[in-house]
């Protein structure tokens, strides 16, 4: 009987350590369930950012420069409204167009106010890479100009430190490859960067953030960057922003000049 009892001792201190272990060693799934609940909360943060800001115009200064060629400088004017209609005007030294760029929702336009050039493209299938060799859209320029991001289709979202400082949203499509990262702050409260993924991981371009500024109850541009990996690019400085402006859909539409 003593034999038993010592016996039984040992089993129920053998089991109360190994339940003792599991406890003080947390399962790798439930941090990851952790991780996954913050960067989806996060996401979510970002989605409703500006929200309401549905109109709205500016002016400033953009610069432009290419691989090894000196940087252009010129005005700039610009109207949105979302999702996705915008019209920006590149002006000259004494505030006249010299190039205009449009979209309507269904279509792109491109007009030369010097040789009365014009393109015209379904909006579903145009980008800036024709204009500006960058191949952004015109709806991500909506929404870097209404200060928000631009966010692609995903499938996986994880958040990890960033090496630098900060912290990296990475969003992956099902096939495993990384489609867009989004370079927070260390409160994770401020978004500094973002870089856009074709579907083969090869990088389309990047946005830099370098201020924003409050204007009524919206956070927007200060100053923004846009550059693509073959060192094309150019940064846009506000010099005056207005927010909840009223716009007409026929600002969004262009067409060649009369010769009268």
Request: glycine share 4%.
């Amino acid at each position: 009987m003593k034999h038993v009892t010592i016996l039984l001792i040992a089993v129920f201190f053998f089991a109360c350590s190994s339940f003792t272990g599991r406890i003080v060693e947390e399962p790798p799934e439930l941090l990851d369930t952790a991780a996954i609940i913050e960067v989806n909360n996060l996401i979510s943060t970002i989605r409703l950012k500006n929200r309401n800001l549905k109109t709205f115009k500016g002016i400033g200064k953009i610069t432009f420069w290419e691989e090894d060629k000196k940087s252009i400088a010129s005005g700039i004017a610009w109207v949105g409204s979302d999702p996705d209609m915008i019209r920006i005007a590149i002006l000259n030294i004494s505030g006249q167009p010299l190039l205009s760029l449009a979209n309507d929702g269904q279509w792109f336009y491109f007009l030369s106010h010097t040789d009365n050039s014009f393109y015209k493209k379904r909006s579903s299938y145009s980008n800036l890479k024709k204009a500006i060799q960058i191949p952004i859209k015109p709806v991500e320029i909506v929404s870097l100009l209404a200060g928000r991001i631009p966010l692609y289709e995903y499938h996986a979202a994880n958040i990890i430190r960033n090496k630098e400082q900060g912290y990296v949203i990475v969003l992956k499509k099902r096939s495993g490859n990384v489609i867009q990262k989004i370079y927070l702050n260390e409160d994770k409260k401020d978004i500094k960067k973002i870089e856009l993924f074709d579907g083969n991981e090869k990088l389309l371009y990047f946005v830099v953030i370098d201020s924003l500024q409050k204007i009524n109850k919206y956070h927007v541009p200060l100053k923004l960057s846009v550059s693509s990996d073959n060192g094309n690019g150019f940064k846009i400085d506000v010099h005056k922003y207005w927010t909840d402006v009223s716009v007409n859909p026929s600002m969004f539409v262009l067409a060649p000049q009369s010769d009268d």
